[in-house]
């Protein structure tokens, strides 16, 4: 039980399994502060050495959310707003037991079909996160314009619009597959 290493700062109990522990070995584990019982089905690697990334710790207390909004569009570079919390979207079907006192998460409900569009996985340093890709997120803000503030969803549409790596076929195809082709247009026409 001593010789097994964890390189990631978070371990899924299927991970364990994988290993070979047992349930009775991962709780002699908890017992002896080696690991952290996160929930049901995530433990903390007490002895992590790495860099932290607070959407990691996001994705270890909510494995089934996804970065979005404020906090996503920060992370590429499309806002310069720094949220005081991060933004996570979650099924509007799910529940969440627990989260972290750091970092402050603020969930997001969002529907089925939104919660699928766009998502991509991060790797880093032995643990993962999935965040909403560029297209996405302008196409959130668009939809979401009067919760998160018109201005700032201009801001975030003007720095896409301003990109090269922006890709307008996919923008335009999550426009109307989320019912925002209309916004979307109206928004471009008066950009450029």
Known sequence: MENI???SQFITLDDLKEKG?????INKLVEE???????RSTYENVNYKGDYNDFCIANAYIPDGVICEYSAAYHYGLSNYVPPYINVAIDRDKKVSTLPKNPSIELRYYS???????VIEVSENGNSY???DKEKIVIDMLSFRNKVSIEDTIKVLKN????????????????KELRCEKILRTYLEALL
Do not use: P, Q, V
């Open 112 to 118: 089925d079909k939104r919660m699928t569009i766009g």
């Open 21 to 25: 522990l047992s349930y009775y070995k």
């Open 5 to 7: 290493e964890f390189n």
């Open 33 to 39: 502060g080696k690991l952290n019982k996160i929930n």
């Open 130 to 132: 999935k965040i909403f």
């Open 160 to 175: 896409y619009l301003n990109r090269k790596d922006r890709d307008f076929n996919k923008l335009h195809r999550y426009a």
